[in-house]
């Protein structure tokens, strides 16, 4: 089972090769964050995040099917999100 481990950083750090590439959705302010979260009987994973802005537009950051790495729902992504777990086996905490 996936989980996403973050950190929040007021800036990005030079020369760090891990640094995301950052591509701004238009007029996407973020309203407000949720966890997602995957719990059952033996498992407890916080597997993503769901930024929603005013206007009720997702941008989702799960956890994906492949080990380490992660898979991302944006406004503009089409049919590409492919989360470990599926979605709906997720449940969301407000942030």
Known sequence: MGSLNLSFLAQKPANDPTAWQVTPLTNFRVYSVEQLIYEDVDVY???GLVL???AQRELV???GVSPGSVTVASPTSGDLFDPEPAIDKL????L
Do not use: G, W
Request: glycine share 0%.
């Open 45 to 47: 994973a916080e597997c």
């Open 52 to 54: 929603t802005d005013v």
């Open 61 to 63: 950051v799960a956890a």
């Open 91 to 94: 449940r969301r905490r407000s």
